[in-house]
Nanobody, 127 residues
């Protein structure tokens, strides 16, 4: 079955970096776009980064643009989120997700484009 397993969260100070990884299994990883979402307590889940199935196009929310980088390595079925210059407002549970459509022509940019989620990993950024 389709599985997404995140790792790499933790507690860091403001200005630090973290790299999240999401290992995928159960589907042809190279043919699906992937995304990273986050959800803070009391807030809606938001898409912060996505990468097209082909790996050549990306999307970033304004809140993380210039600080976060999404990438995917098809050889190890893993999507990454490199997070630099972390801020306290980045504190959240981070989830990876898979596009519901195989080989989507464009980079997905809506939560409705995704239908499979990991269990999440916590990121806490102290001031």
């Amino acid at each position: 079955q389709v599985q997404l397993v995140e790792a790499g969260g933790g507690l860091v100070q403001a200005g630090a970096s973290l790299r999240l990884a999401c290992r995928a299994s159960g589907f042809p990883f190279s043919e699906f776009a992937m995304g990273w979402f986050r959800q803070a307590p009391g807030k809606e889940r938001e898409l912060i980064a996505a990468i097209k199935w082909s790996g050549d196009y990306t999307y970033y929310a304004d809140s993380v643009k210039g600080r976060f980088t999404i990438s995917k390595d098809n050889t190890v079925n893993t999507v990454y989120l490199q997070m630099n210059n972390l801020k306290p407002e980045d504190t959240s549970v981070y989830y990876c997700a898979r596009d519901r459509q195989r080989r989507r022509y464009i980079t997905p940019t809506s939560i409705r484009d995704f239908n499979t989620w990991g269990q999440g990993t916590h990121v806490t950024v102290s001031p």
